[in-house]
């Protein structure tokens, strides 16, 4: 199967689409009058008319064709695979003939269940699409066994269905979806439908290819930075590299010589270079001499942040949860407290930022990726000066987005110069433009004080100081001091522990703009909360493994995760010297894991990863196979992180510009990983961010275990596990 996208010149698009690929598996795209472009995939107008469609996300024409509008985004997480597994799973699609669409902006037709606005992130496609995509699949198969039932005049209990047909065995006939789908159409949908016993699952729990691979592999994948359009510019950009600076002036005379140079755009806070290829347009931004007025940030340092943090970090926060009387509970046992920090992450996704935008008097439309359609609609409108409705977005696969495509940024600065460019204009960001002006993982500082009493906490007060995204993206989970997203992991802490109390201050650094970044809240949470989980157990002269199964016994899901790590992993067998074993436990987007690290240190404080098992209960695995990938991708992404991640800010500026200086974990670095996905008939949880946050602590506790250093912060500094060194 293959998702049909680059058009080739000799071949119409609508030929394919109506011909060429019948019986295939593809994403339909249609081709706008008047356009002829080479590659520019669109979302297909909403065309219900002659067609069974029973709600936003299923299409069946006269002709069998059965067309799923995929409400969330394809960034590499295999959700279009996993909502088409589950859309036809309770519709008895034949899966091997479905048709995919991606969803266009709507609010109100493909709004988050869980935010109420159209956004992909959080790791809860399948969680908070799960019973709705099943509830629409089985009205729409109820509708279709109805129409049948009354042209045959027999009970629609009598009726089954597969594979896009109905049948009634006794008296041997049947009927395809296509012949049914105008009768269908007049049926009133059932209320309360039934859905399937899990048991006769046809397609969920199946570790089926995923659909998007195969043009992946062969580079017939579109993703943003791919749309072609006739006569289209290109364009790339030079931001004011101090945070909140402007432009003052620019000498643009050595780069209107340098041929293919088209135009240079000069805005409030940027400059970019237009010209007839990319190569123009970036040799032509690098012979512009800009000055800059940096404005009041220029002294800004990374010193100064953490200063501002810690500072903040030492007052009373807003009370997230409380349990018990903490007071009594840290006035109980042996006290122990320490403090964690995280540092600024940039998300540098591989597909560098891009906007392909066609501005008119009119109208302005837009090709990228993105995981906020309506509001990369809306903020596009805003900068164009247009209504929302004269502005479409043509949503692309994303080559990642890891957060950093929650934002429009991007797009909007793209309509900022297509509003000046005559014609569609594709701007490009370069890696240094990308990672120098993110929108940063906040720098976070946790403290943590808890007593041990019989070898098992009593009190435990936990504070965690850092940006509220919420307050900004979604104010609606903001609310009374706490940022729901910030205290994630850690008021829904896996422990019994009797007297719980836990904070959040909202402290915001100056001039950086910070935004969510994969593993979003948990990633500090989990981290602080596990690594002080070891240094307790130390404490209360525990193996940690057995420490944690000690506050365990409420939550069997959680310790049957963690024995299971600890069973595949070789948890207690002897390991060479400064070769450690590490362990977490997290609850992070409902799903229930246990992560085992395994590493080794050498006497320079280099870390070496040997081997990573993990063990989850994620509920039912739509696709074993995807959940599996998710968790390997995330731990790699995380330990990354782990090892190497961190932005910092000097005079004003970030000082890391692209993968030399901000490293990647590269393949001969990359450990054996063991995904151990435990069997369950309870929902899916979230998985794609899961491994991010499950990888740092347990690296952490297992360089704990084999040097006896209890490192407080990430990156991981070597020079503190350097033979002679000490903590």
Same mark, same amino acid.
């Given at each position: 199967?293959?998702?049909?996208?680059?058009?080739?010149?000799?071949?119409?698009?609508?030929?394919?689409?109506?011909?060429?690929?019948? +019986?295939?598996?593809? !994403?339909?795209?249609?081709?706008?009058?008047?356009?002829?472009?080479?590659?520019?995939?669109?979302?297909?107008?909403?065309?219900?008319?002659?067609?069974?469609?029973?709600? /936003?996300?299923? $299409?069946?024409?006269?002709?069998?064709?059965?067309?799923?509008?995929?409400?969330?985004?394809?960034?590499?997480?295999?959700?279009?695979?996993?909502?088409?597994?589950?859309? /036809?799973?309770?519709?008895?699609?034949?899966?091997?003939?479905?048709?995919?669409?991606?969803?266009?902006?709507?609010?109100?037709?493909? +709004?988050?269940?869980?935010?109420?606005?159209?956004?992909?992130?959080?790791?809860?496609?399948?969680?908070?699409?799960?019973?709705?995509?099943?509830?629409?699949?089985?009205?729409?198969?109820? %509708?279709?066994?109805?129409?049948?039932?009354?042209?045959?005049?027999?009970?629609?209990?009598?009726?089954?269905?597969?594979?896009?047909?109905?049948?009634?065995?006794?008296?041997?006939?049947?009927?395809?979806?296509?012949?049914?789908?105008?009768?269908?159409?007049?049926?009133?949908?059932?209320?309360?439908?039934?859905?399937?016993?899990?048991?006769?699952?046809?397609?969920?729990?199946?570790?089926?290819?995923?659909?998007?691979?195969?043009?992946?592999?062969?580079?017939?994948?579109?993703?943003?930075?791919?749309?072609?359009?006739?006569? %289209?510019?290109?364009?790339?950009?030079?931001?004011?590299?101090?945070?909140?600076?402007?432009?003052?002036?620019?000498?643009?005379?050595?780069?209107?010589?340098?041929?293919?140079?088209?135009?240079?755009?000069?805005?409030?806070?940027?400059?970019?270079?237009?010209?007839?290829?990319?190569?123009?347009?970036?040799?032509?931004?690098?012979?512009?001499?800009?000055?800059?007025?940096?404005?009041?940030?220029?002294?800004?340092?990374?010193?100064?942040?953490?200063?501002?943090?810690?500072?903040?970090?030492?007052?009373?926060?807003?009370?997230?949860?409380?349990?018990?009387?903490?007071?009594?509970?840290?006035?109980?046992?042996?006290?122990?407290?320490?403090?964690?920090?995280?540092?600024?992450?940039?998300?540098?996704? %591989?597909?560098?930022?891009?906007?392909?935008?066609?501005?008119?008097?009119?109208?302005?439309?837009?090709?990228?990726?993105?995981?906020?359609?309506?509001?990369?609609?809306?903020?596009?409108?805003?900068?164009?000066?247009?209504?929302?409705?004269?502005?479409?977005?043509?949503?692309?696969?994303?080559?990642?987005?890891?957060?950093?495509?929650?934002?429009?940024?991007?797009?909007?600065?793209?309509?900022?110069?297509?509003?000046?460019?005559?014609?569609?204009?594709?701007?490009?960001?370069?890696?240094?433009?990308? !990672?120098?002006?993110?929108?940063?993982?906040?720098?976070?500082?946790?403290?943590?004080?808890?007593?041990?009493?019989?070898?098992?906490?009593?009190?435990?007060?936990?504070?965690?100081?850092?940006?509220?995204?919420?307050? $900004?993206?979604?104010?609606?989970?903001?609310?009374?001091?706490?940022?729901?997203?910030?205290?994630?992991?850690?008021?829904?802490?896996?422990?019994?522990?009797?007297?719980?109390?836990?904070?959040?201050?909202?402290?915001?650094?100056?001039?950086?703009?910070?935004?969510?970044?994969?593993?979003?809240?948990?990633?500090?949470?989990?981290?602080?909360?596990?690594?002080?989980?070891?240094?307790?157990?130390?404490?209360?002269?525990?193996?940690?493994?057995?420490?944690?199964?000690?506050?365990?016994?409420?939550?069997?899901?959680?310790?049957?995760?963690?024995?299971?790590?600890?069973?595949?992993?070789?948890?207690? =067998?002897?390991?060479?010297?400064?070769?450690?074993?590490?362990?977490?436990?997290?609850?992070?987007?409902?799903?229930?894991?246990?992560?085992?690290?395994?590493?080794?240190?050498?006497?320079?404080?280099?870390?070496?990863?040997?081997?990573?098992?993990?063990?989850?209960?994620?509920?039912? /695995?739509?696709?074993?196979?995807?959940? %599996?990938?998710?968790? =390997?991708?995330?731990?790699?992404?995380?330990?990354?992180?782990?090892?190497?991640?961190?932005?910092?800010?000097?005079?004003?500026?970030?000082?890391?510009?692209?993968?030399?200086?901000?490293?990647?974990?590269?393949?001969?670095?990359?450990? $054996?990983?063991?995904?151990?996905?435990?069997?369950?008939?309870?929902?899916?949880?979230?998985?794609? =961010?899961?491994?991010?946050?499950?990888?740092?602590?347990?690296?952490?506790?297992?360089?704990?275990?084999?040097?006896?250093?209890?490192?407080?912060?990430?990156?991981?500094?070597?020079?503190?596990?350097?033979?002679?060194?000490?903590?």
């Amino acid at each position: 199967m293959a998702i049909a996208q680059k058009i080739s010149d000799g071949v119409s698009r609508r030929a394919l689409l109506t011909g060429g690929l019948a +019986g295939g598996f593809l !994403i339909a795209f249609h081709l706008p009058v008047g356009a002829a472009p080479v590659n520019e995939p669109v979302q297909p107008p909403d065309d219900t008319a002659g067609k069974f469609a029973p709600n /936003a996300l299923i $299409r069946i024409d006269p002709a069998g064709t059965t067309t799923l509008v995929m409400p969330q985004v394809e960034m590499g997480q295999g959700v279009y695979t996993s909502i088409s597994m589950i859309l /036809a799973e309770e519709l008895d699609a034949d899966f091997a003939q479905v048709v995919l669409e991606h969803a266009p902006p709507s609010d109100k037709l493909y +709004g988050n269940p869980m935010f109420g606005i159209q956004a992909t992130g959080n790791s809860n496609s399948i969680r908070a699409w799960w019973p709705h995509l099943r509830t629409a699949g089985a009205t729409a198969r109820a %509708m279709l066994v109805q129409a049948a039932a009354k042209q045959w005049q027999v009970d629609p209990a009598s009726c089954t269905t597969a594979n896009s047909e109905v049948t009634h065995k006794e008296s041997g006939r049947t009927l395809s979806y296509g012949a049914l789908a105008l009768a269908a159409s007049s049926e009133v949908p059932p209320k309360d439908v039934p859905l399937k016993d899990p048991k006769d699952f046809v397609l969920i729990g199946k570790p089926l290819k995923r659909l998007d691979t195969p043009d992946k592999t062969n580079g017939k994948a579109v993703y943003g930075i791919d749309a072609m359009l006739p006569n %289209m510019k290109f364009a790339t950009l030079k931001t004011c590299p101090v945070f909140g600076g402007k432009v003052a002036k620019v000498d643009d005379a050595a780069a209107r010589k340098i041929p293919g140079v088209q135009k240079v755009v000069v805005s409030d806070d940027f400059v970019a270079v237009v010209g007839d290829h990319m190569w123009a347009a970036k040799k032509g931004l690098d012979a512009l001499v800009i000055d800059w007025d940096e404005g009041p940030n220029a002294g800004l340092t990374s010193s100064d942040i953490w200063q501002d943090l810690r500072a903040a970090s030492a007052k009373d926060g807003a009370v997230a949860k409380s349990v018990g009387d903490i007071d009594k509970g840290l006035a109980t046992g042996d006290l122990l407290e320490a403090a964690y920090e995280l540092p600024f992450l940039a998300h540098a996704t %591989m597909e560098p930022i891009n906007a392909t935008v066609h501005v008119t008097a009119d109208a302005c439309e837009i090709w990228t990726g993105t995981q906020v359609m309506t509001r990369v609609q809306s903020e596009a409108a805003k900068a164009a000066g247009l209504p929302v409705d004269k502005v479409i977005v043509n949503n692309h696969l994303l080559g990642g987005g890891f957060g950093r495509k929650l934002e429009a940024d991007m797009v909007v600065k793209a309509v900022l110069i297509g509003k000046q460019v005559d014609g569609p204009v594709k701007v490009v960001w370069t890696r240094e433009e990308d !990672i120098q002006h993110d929108v940063y993982r906040p720098v976070y500082r946790d403290t943590i004080a808890a007593t041990l009493s019989d070898g098992k906490i009593v009190g435990w007060k936990y504070r965690v100081s850092g940006s509220s995204i919420m307050a $900004r993206w979604f104010p609606a989970g903001f609310q009374k001091g706490v940022d729901i997203d910030g205290v994630d992991s850690a008021i829904d802490i896996p422990y019994d522990i009797p007297n719980l109390h836990v904070e959040f201050v909202r402290a915001e650094p100056k001039a950086v703009p910070t935004g969510f970044w994969r593993g979003v809240g948990p990633n500090n949470n989990v981290f602080a909360i596990e690594c002080f989980m070891d240094e307790l157990a130390k404490k209360a002269g525990k193996d940690p493994v057995d420490f944690r199964r000690g506050m365990l016994a409420k939550t069997p899901r959680f310790l049957a995760a963690l024995n299971l790590a600890a069973e595949k992993s070789g948890w207690g =067998e002897k390991l060479p010297a400064r070769v450690g074993r590490g362990v977490s436990v997290q609850p992070s987007f409902a799903s229930f894991i246990a992560t085992v690290v395994e590493a080794e240190i050498d006497e320079q404080g280099e870390v070496k990863l040997r081997r990573v098992t993990c063990a989850v209960d994620t509920g039912i /695995a739509v696709n074993p196979d995807t959940v %599996m990938a998710q968790l =390997e991708g995330g731990l790699i992404f995380g330990l990354t992180a782990a090892l190497y991640g961190e932005v910092t800010i000097d005079k004003g500026r970030v000082q890391q510009s692209n993968f030399n200086d901000y490293r990647m974990l590269r393949i001969d670095q990359a450990p $054996r990983i063991e995904v151990h996905v435990i069997k369950s008939g309870e929902a899916p949880g979230g998985i794609g =961010e899961t491994g991010v946050t499950a990888g740092p602590p347990a690296l952490r506790n297992a360089i704990y275990a084999a040097t006896g250093v209890a490192l407080r912060r990430l990156p991981i500094d070597r020079t503190l596990l350097a033979v002679g060194r000490k903590s």
